[in-house]
Nanobody
Framework: QVQLVESGGGLVQAGGSLRLSCAASRSIFSMGWYRQAPGKQRELVARILSGGAATYVDSVRGRFTISRDNAKNTVYLQMNSLKPEDTGVYYC??????????WGQGTQVTVSS
C-alpha cells in the first residue's frame, strides 16, 4: 500500500498561480496529476517518471511544470497563468514499481475570471 498526502489548491484569479504537492509514503516509479472538471471525464494533466522524464496534456504545456523530489517521495505541480478552464478537482496519481496505481483524495482548484 501507498499513502498519499496532497496539499495546495484553492481559489485564484485568472492569470494567477498555485502549487500542488503530493507526498507518497514510499518510493514511487511514476507520479502525476489528473483533474476532473464538473461534468467531464478525469484527464491526465502531467506525469513524471523517477528519472525525471515528464509529459503534459497540450492544454497546460508551457504553463504548468511538474517536478519531483525523490528523496522526499514528493511530486509538485506548479501552475502558472491559470485559466478558468483549469478549474476542477486535481488528483495525485502514483504507480509503484509493481505497476499498482494509487490515488490521492483530490484537491479543489478554482480559477475565477
Amino acid at each position: 500500500q501507498v499513502q498519499l498526502v496532497e496539499s495546495g489548491g484553492g481559489l485564484v484569479q485568472a492569470g494567477g498561480s498555485l502549487r500542488l504537492s503530493c507526498a507518497a509514503s514510499r518510493s514511487i516509479f511514476s507520479m502525476g496529476w489528473y483533474r476532473q472538471a464538473p461534468g467531464k471525464q478525469r484527464e491526465l494533466v502531467a506525469r513524471i517518471l523517477s528519472g525525471g522524464a515528464a509529459t503534459y496534456v497540450d492544454s497546460v504545456r508551457g504553463r504548468f511544470t511538474i517536478s519531483r523530489d525523490n528523496a522526499k517521495n514528493t511530486v509538485y505541480l506548479q501552475m502558472n497563468s491559470l485559466k478558468p478552464e483549469d478549474t476542477g478537482v486535481y488528483y495525485c496519481n502514483v504507480r509503484d514499481w509493481a505497476n499498482s496505481d494509487y490515488w490521492g483524495q483530490g484537491t479543489q482548484v478554482t480559477v475565477s475570471s
